[in-house]
């Protein structure tokens, strides 16, 4: 019989994915996730399997916390559409702001290391990013029905802007861009966003 782990898994994945994050795949060893768990060669093998097994993992549960913070944000029972896109940009450029490591995002940190070499990985982004532009789509589409957002261009065109601005904030924060012009990118989306609309009454 099997001995029972005596390590919590999710701490451990959490170990695994800060050594990954910092050193990328490529820049990091077994042997560097050793001395950051505190396991052994067995046990990490054992438990899950080889290197790119093991960071297979690590990407995988990444993806999907963005996921589920992604359907939380843009809940329809929890708000009004456009304020939730709103809020989706103004995040993403105050996170940025907050990473004064740049250390950036796991999940654009691997695709662009991998995407040429790991189908896994690639596919696992797409799908990701497939979600996300979906729940975009879905809020932006109730935010036009209500007259909050330009009918411009499509629900799914616009969803693809706020994505491809959230994005592009990422990568200028990584590269050192000011919080302030950060936040200026997302403004002026938003902006976009809701040009030729009539605005909301001010409340008391």
Same mark, same amino acid.
């Given at each position: ?51 790119? =097994?093991?960071? *297979? ?16 944000? *843009? ?8 304020? =939730?896109? +709103? ?25 662009? /290391?991998?995407? =040429?070499?790991?189908? +896994? ?36 065109? *616009? ?20 919080? =302030? ?5 997302? /403004? ?17």
């Amino acid at each position: 019989m099997a001995r029972p782990r005596s390590f919590d898994e999710a701490h451990v994945l959490e170990q695994a994915r800060a050594v990954f994050w910092d050193g990328g795949y490529a820049g990091t060893s077994m042997d560097d996730v050793m001395t950051a768990t505190g396991l052994g060669k067995g046990s990490l093998y054992g438990a899950f399997g080889d290197k790119r =097994q093991l960071f *297979l993992r690590v990407f995988a549960d990444y993806c999907d916390g963005l996921l589920a913070a992604a359907r939380q944000a *843009l809940d329809p029972a929890q708000g009004d559409a456009a304020d =939730q896109v +709103d809020g989706f940009l103004r995040r993403s450029a105050e996170g940025t702001a907050a990473d004064i490591a740049h250390r950036g995002c796991l999940l654009a940190k691997a695709t662009a /290391e991998l995407s =040429q070499s790991d189908n +896994d990985v690639i596919t696992r982004a797409r799908a990701t990013f497939t979600v996300i532009e979906d729940l975009l789509t879905t809020a932006i589409e109730r935010a036009q029905d209500d007259g909050r957002l330009t009918q411009a261009a499509s629900a799914r065109d *616009l969803a693809r802007l706020v994505l491809a601005a959230s994005r592009g904030i990422e990568a200028l924060g990584k590269a050192g861009l000011y919080g =302030q012009d950060l936040a200026s990118i997302a /403004e002026t989306t938003i902006r976009l966003l809701h040009a030729d609309t009539v605005p909301s009454p001010a409340s008391d």
